[in-house]
């Protein structure tokens, strides 16, 4: 069976590049708070408040969406299966991917109502 974005190659840069974006985004938070310790509502508001950050913030929550709807679906197909689960593998794997959907999309665009 193919990957979600058409070949496991896809996949695999997917969701490296993903990682990438994720540990930039992640750097640069720590940095921020590292470097204007004590970190203040006010600073803390005004960094938020900033359209390029609006725009990094949404780059960040649309990667980490991806990155983990491929890291669930690898799961999904890797241990919930006929194989290993008999007859109810599909049905339990359908359920788990239906759920898994349901989780990452609410967060996502959850978290992107509070960001906008």
């Known amino acids: 069976m193919k990957g979600i974005f ?3 190659t896809n996949d695999f840069l997917v969701v490296r590049i993903s ?3 994720l540990f930039g985004y992640f750097a640069f938070l720590t940095f921020f708070i ?3 310790a004590p970190l203040t509502f006010v600073l803390w508001n005004g960094l938020f408040e900033n359209v390029v950050m609006k725009i990094s913030t949404t780059i960040f929550l649309l990667s980490f969406g991806v990155h ?4 669930t679906w690898a799961i999904g197909t890797d241990y919930l299966t006929l194989a290993r689960l008999g007859n109810f593998g ?3 794997n359908k359920l788990y991917r239906i759920s898994c959907a349901l989780i990452i999309g ?3 665009l959850w ?3 509070i960001v906008w």
């Open 106 to 108: 609410s967060i996502t």
């Open 90 to 92: 599909p049905t339990i």
């Open 6 to 8: 058409g070949s496991g």
């Open 68 to 71: 983990t709807w491929i890291g």
């Open 19 to 21: 990682s990438l974006i």
């Open 111 to 113: 978290s992107l109502l």
């Open 34 to 36: 590292v470097s204007h």
